[in-house]
């Protein structure tokens, strides 16, 4: 979860749209989730602004897909690397073949 996310904020100021780099997807749960503002900063302006409502919605899709994306990467991950039941299975000795002998 420390991947960053990148998303676009548009400068009150200015209205230039400015990508904003400097949050990682568990930053951005976090604010989300406890209802705090995400702020927003414009390089030529330098000026920090609490993002839109709108923003914020499309922030918290874009996180939700990510988010979402890497639990499925992390889940394919670990069924790669366990052995299957059905494997390991063919691998036990036979016990009642061992018992017939």
Not at 19 to 38: C, K
């Amino acid at each position: 979860m420390t991947q960053a996310i990148v998303f676009v904020s548009t400068c009150p100021s200015c209205k230039r749209e400015q990508p904003q780099d400097a949050f990682t997807i568990a930053d951005l749960v976090r604010l989300l989730n406890g209802g705090y503002p995400i702020e927003a900063y414009c390089v030529p302006c330098d000026r920090f602004w609490s993002i839109s409502v709108q923003e914020r919605v499309e922030v918290g899709e874009a996180v939700a897909v990510v988010y979402k994306g890497t639990l499925r990467s992390a889940e394919a991950d670990s069924l790669r690397q366990r052995p299957s039941e059905s494997g390991s299975k063919r691998h036990r000795p036979n016990r009642r073949a061992a018992l017939r002998q």
